[in-house]
């Protein structure tokens, strides 16, 4: 069951944890197109992360699930914490605009014991579909290659179908699931419940 819920309580969220071999042959990253351009990390690009990421999430499931994701300033206050990180790793920090517009976003982090973790990965509602979303994720994923780590990870809410398609499709495969909890009155969020 992808979500519990008993009225006036807290929700389950079903969450799976998904891990790729950066060791493993890895598919090039695409060419954008036309229009389009790869932007590295800069400090100064805080705030542009945190107006894609807001627009990516804000009306999406993983806005409930993690409210910090529903609005500019808790994105914000994600993104400084990110970038803050003893792991954090610009080599797989991203934007992709689009002439002016940013359009896309991820930023990658080395957890405590090495592997790269993807945070965040969004493209803007208005330019899904174009293989965007595949290209920045790749982009992430050669980045922690280049900085020697030999395995990727990431997180995504059981619902999430579409997403899902996108990391089986570069070789991610599930690992365990857990549930993550959302307290309906403070949309406070607690650390996973339990791993099954
Ligand atoms: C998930 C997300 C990043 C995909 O971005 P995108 O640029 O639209 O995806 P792409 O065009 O690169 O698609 C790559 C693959 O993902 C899957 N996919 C993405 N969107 C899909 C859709 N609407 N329907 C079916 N499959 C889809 C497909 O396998 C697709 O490959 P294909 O076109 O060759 O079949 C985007 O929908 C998004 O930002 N969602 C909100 C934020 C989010 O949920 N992020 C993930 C957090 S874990």
Redesign the pocket.
């Known amino acids: 069951m992808a979500t519990t819920s008993i009225p006036n309580q807290a929700t389950y969220y079903k969450r799976y944890r998904m891990e790729l071999d950066l060791v493993a042959p890895l598919p090039a990253v695409p060419s954008l197109p036309a229009g389009f351009a790869w932007i590295p990390w800069e400090e100064r690009l805080i705030d542009a992360h945190a107006d894609v990421k807001c627009q990516?999430?804000k009306d999406?499931l993983?806005g409930i699930v993690f409210p910090n994701l529903s609005n500019r300033a808790g994105c914000e206050r994600l993104m400084r914490d990110i970038c803050e990180r003893s792991g954090f790793r610009p080599q797989a920090t991203w934007l992709i605009a689009h002439n002016e517009i940013y359009v896309?976003t991820v930023q990658g982090v080395a957890d405590r014991v090495g592997n790269g973790s993807i945070q965040?990965?969004?493209?803007i509602p208005a330019?899904?579909?174009?293989?965007?979303?595949?290209?920045i994720l790749l982009q992430a994923l050669h980045g922690f290659r280049l900085t020697g780590l030999a395995k990727a990870t990431?997180?995504?809410?059981a619902q999430?179908e579409?997403?899902i398609?996108?990391y089986r499709?570069v070789g991610f495969r599930f690992r365990k699931s857990y549930y993550r909890m959302v307290e309906p009155a403070t949309y406070r969020i607690s650390d996973p419940a339990w791993v099954l």
């Open positions: 990516c999430f999406e993983d896309a965040n990965l969004g493209v330019y899904r579909g174009q293989h965007l979303g595949l290209a990431l997180e995504v809410t999430n579409n997403a398609r996108m499709q």
